[in-house]
């Protein structure tokens, strides 16, 4: 249970969505007073995907019912990552700014790379990024998400300087990027039973909607 009637802006806003993916829940049973956005966005262009392993009573309002094996949603949900990052489908700059996949890691480690690593008596919650700008180990910024003029690099390995000596780091991006090279839509599709051609169309419909 979420605990919470809306997750984000008003359910009046679905409207305007140029993609909705039903997945994880029944709206046209729990989300009753509201649920009538759905059908009404697809009058608007709006493309509906349920996510589901039965043909519930929000099925019939969606364009696409993808009928996922029981408990298999991860996998889907990791393979159409993994479909948009091998793409190059993923907003670069919203990434930089809006995650923390650009922080750098120590791959000795596999601990995020710290001032208390480089400096004695250094802060635990300083963390890093490398400019792409400088091509220079940068602080990340603590009081704000703006990165000003600092283009923090998503891939590559770094050799940083550290008070045991000089390490390696690498982004979370990397880290990431390797994580879901074990789920390949063919992969996937043996566990959730949900083709590898639909799942990679999925993932691409999703991350072309603006």
């Not at 009538?36 to 009058?43: D, K």
């Not at 996949?101 to 890093?128: C, H, I, M, W």
């Amino acid at each position: 249970t979420l605990g919470k009637m809306g997750a984000g802006d008003s359910a009046s806003n679905w409207f305007y969505s140029d993609m909705i993916l039903i997945w994880g829940s029944n709206p046209n049973y729990t989300h009753t007073a509201n649920f009538h956005y759905i059908p009404e966005a697809r009058y608007n262009g709006t493309k509906v995907v349920a996510v589901t392993p039965d043909y519930n009573a929000s099925v019939p309002f969606a364009d696409l019912w993808v009928p996922i094996k029981i408990g298999t949603d991860a996998a889907l949900a990791l393979a159409m990552c993994q479909v948009i990052i091998t793409k190059g489908l993923y907003k670069a700059d919203f990434v930089r700014e809006q995650t923390d996949l650009p922080r750098l890691v120590r791959t000795d480690t596999r601990r995020f790379l710290r001032e208390s690593d480089r400096k004695r008596g250094g802060a635990e919650n300083q963390l890093y990024l490398f400019d792409q700008k400088t091509k220079q180990v940068v602080e990340a910024p603590l009081k704000s998400l703006a990165l000003g003029d600092v283009v923090p690099a998503l891939e590559g390995e770094y050799e940083v300087g550290t008070l045991r000596g000089r390490v390696k780091v690498k982004p979370v991006f990397e880290f990431l990027k390797e994580k879901l090279r074990d789920y390949t839509p063919e992969k996937a599709s043996q566990i959730t039973g949900v083709s590898a051609k639909l799942i990679g169309e999925l993932a691409e419909q999703f991350a072309r909607a603006r």
